[in-house]
């Protein structure tokens, strides 16, 4: 017999046999949402336009808390900010289970500080936070890298004398050499061949977990990860950038000095010397490469990709540049560079950029939860290990907090008076347990690299500014800008 025969009807098999299953029965008492079909879940309630298009339109109907059955599996959704911050910050400790991405699962596994759970997500965070925090972030000596690193830039965009350029790599250039040089000790030129083949398969691979058919993959990768498709790429990737790691964690092992740890990587490999002899450690090689793999795409690719955004709305709304520069003029001015200090005294800058977290909403759906124990939630009982997603994207277009929430609008963190005024549904990095590790590091970033840019360069586009578009190149599990060209022109 043929072997596609063979392939097709091992298929059939497969099929029918999970369709006598019948879908899970769900222990507890779930909140409601549509009937699921056996296998299929709620596969005809899905729209073409993605995941997060299914979801808003589920919430007209079952309200802010609602079950979707993703494929065979239960999701629980949270919509608003109400519900969100109910779950993840006043039941915090409930809540702080990690759920999964079907696409990246194969890498990750369960290692690493951001898919880890229970104690050994703690340990991973506990000595995270607490490394980066030694290597500068939260220090005065990050402040200076990522001030060293814009001059950097300034100089690579001086060389362009204006002409048109996709800014895609240069921001990323930026972004990955502050992670960088807290991870690996070190930062890259922007022509170093090996840094930018890393950066190409940092962004490809976000593009790829973002793309529809990621999306449909979430539904049934216990099935198609059988077959070719886009997470099989997505593994080639990640697999590439886990060799590169392995190979630095080699050369820093080799040339480790126990009384002068250079970075990241010193530090774990001198934890690992230190609890050799306990067998439960979770202080092991894999949990080091997962780890180090999560902070260098993290730590690249969301800052960036913000960056990407936040240009793009500049050449879109050039009447906001210019009036972020004119801040820049009066608190700055041109003959030193910016620093940290200075936000507390440019709120139109500081709202400008909390507009374009606002308005990039690079995480949608949020990063996957799971609840670690059997638990009560506006009158649901939500069985241990119920996977929950928080909702972003609903929050961060919440028209109870926003008044134009699908417009971009610098005036949503502006009081009467002008000053910056928090708004409780920003959470651009989610909220709770599980709030991005490099939250602190990353907002130091966007403005320092922001205001040096317009400091220095006055901005135009090819296109008419009427005729960008803002819609993004993918949206699913992140939101990838499309791709433009920008002109950056000395002051």
Not at 123 to 139: E, P, Q, V
Not at 365 to 375: E, L, S, Y
């Amino acid at each position: 017999m043929e072997p596609s025969v063979l392939l097709l009807l091992a298929f059939f098999a497969g099929f029918l046999l999970l369709l006598v299953r019948g879908h899970p029965k769900a222990r507890g008492h779930l909140p409601p949402g549509p009937r699921p079909l056996p296998f299929l879940g709620n596969l005809l309630q899905m729209d073409r336009r993605g995941l997060l298009n299914s979801f808003m339109r589920l919430r007209d109907k079952y309200g802010d808390v609602f079950t979707v059955h993703l494929g065979p599996r239960p999701v629980v959704m949270l919509y608003g900010t109400e519900a969100i911050r109910e779950a993840l910050v006043d039941q915090a400790e409930a809540f702080s289970g990690r759920g999964t991405i079907a696409v990246v699962k194969p890498t990750f596994k369960d290692y690493g500080v951001i898919f880890a759970n229970g104690e050994r997500w703690k340990a991973l965070r506990r000595f995270s936070l607490a490394t980066m925090r030694d290597f500068g972030m939260g220090k005065r000596s990050v402040e200076e890298r990522i001030q060293e690193e814009a001059q950097c830039l300034v100089e690579e965009l001086q060389k362009s004398q204006g002409a048109p350029l996709d800014p895609k790599f240069l921001f990323q250039c930026i972004t990955a050499n502050i992670i960088c040089s807290i991870v690996f000790g070190e930062r890259f030129d922007y022509k170093d061949r090996q840094f930018l083949r890393l950066l190409e398969l940092f962004y490809r691979s976000f593009s790829l977990i973002s793309s529809f058919s990621s999306q449909v993959f979430e539904l049934f990768s216990g099935f198609l990860k059988y077959f070719p498709g886009t997470h099989k790429q997505i593994y080639r990737n990640l697999k590439e950038i886990l060799d590169y790691i392995d190979h630095s964690v080699d050369k820093h092992r080799a040339t480790l000095d126990a009384s002068n740890p250079r970075d990241f990587i010193d530090t774990y490999l001198l934890r690992m010397e230190k609890e050799k002899s306990n067998s439960h450690t979770e202080f092991h090689h894999q949990n080091l490469i997962i780890s180090v793999l999560s902070l260098f795409f993290a730590g690249t690719e969301t800052s960036s990709t913000t960056l990407r955004y936040g240009f793009l709305l500049m050449l879109k709304y050039p009447h906001v540049a210019e009036k972020v520069q004119k801040e820049i003029d009066q608190v700055i001015g041109s003959h030193r560079l910016p620093t940290l200090d200075d936000r507390t005294k440019m709120p139109y800058t500081d709202a400008v950029i909390h507009e374009i977290q606002r308005f990039s909403d690079l995480i949608p759906i949020g990063v996957p939860h799971k609840v670690t124990k059997d638990t009560l939630f506006r009158g649901y009982l939500l069985p241990k290990d119920t996977e929950v997603y928080p909702i972003l994207s609903s929050a961060l277009h919440d028209p109870q907090y926003f008044e134009q929430p699908d417009t971009f609008n610098p005036d949503h963190f502006l009081d009467a008076n002008g000053a910056l005024k928090k708004n409780e549904a920003f959470m651009p990095f989610s909220i709770g347990k599980r709030i991005c590790l490099g939250e602190g590091i990353a907002r130091n970033e966007l403005f320092l690299f922001f205001t040096t840019l317009l400091q220095n360069f006055s901005l135009s586009s090819p296109v008419d500014p009427k005729d960008i578009d803002l819609n993004p190149k993918e949206s699913g599990f992140g939101r990838v800008p499309p791709e433009y060209q920008i002109c950056f022109l000395s002051r």
